[in-house]
Nanobody, 125 residues
Framework: AQLTETGGGLVQTGGSLNLSCIAS????????MGWFRQAPGKEREGVAC????????DYTGDVKGRFTISRDNAENMLYLQMTSLKPEDAAAYYC???????????????????WGQGTEVTVSS
């Protein structure tokens, strides 16, 4: 599967940004999807994941209540709505896909097999 992210950019602290990811392969609804991010000098961290059906989601603690992950299986699209952005949210954001193993998802990078090239999010203070 080929994954392509769009929507990154520069936003002020407190602002909002919406990321999108399109998957080129068929069988999109067979995959768990996730968003990860990596800031310069830091390790990659999971941000949010969503089950194949979209009914289950999980978030890293810092973004709960501010970010929303969603998917549209008919359009092979994954989304991340980000609000109340903070300077520490600045990073390269990556879309990822992995085989579904049930009704839930796990925000662990080794659960994901396919990765996009990333889109940069910059938050000015």
């Amino acid at each position: 599967a080929q994954l392509t992210e769009t929507g990154g950019g520069l936003v002020q602290t407190g602002g909002s940004l919406n990321l999108s990811c399109i998957a080129s392969a068929s069988g999109f609804d067979d995959y768990v999807m996730g968003w990860f991010r990596q800031a310069p000098g830091k390790e990659r961290e999971g941000v949010a994941c969503i089950s194949w059906s979209g009914r289950y989601t999980d978030y890293t603690g810092d973004v709960k209540g501010r970010f929303t992950i969603s998917r549209d299986n008919a359009e092979n699209m994954l989304y991340l709505q980000m609000t109340s952005l903070k300077p520490e949210d600045a990073a390269a954001y990556y879309c990822a896909a992995g085989p579904s193993n049930g009704a839930e998802c796990e925000l662990e990078s080794d659960r994901f097999e396919y990765w996009g090239q990333g889109t940069e999010v910059t938050v000015s203070s």
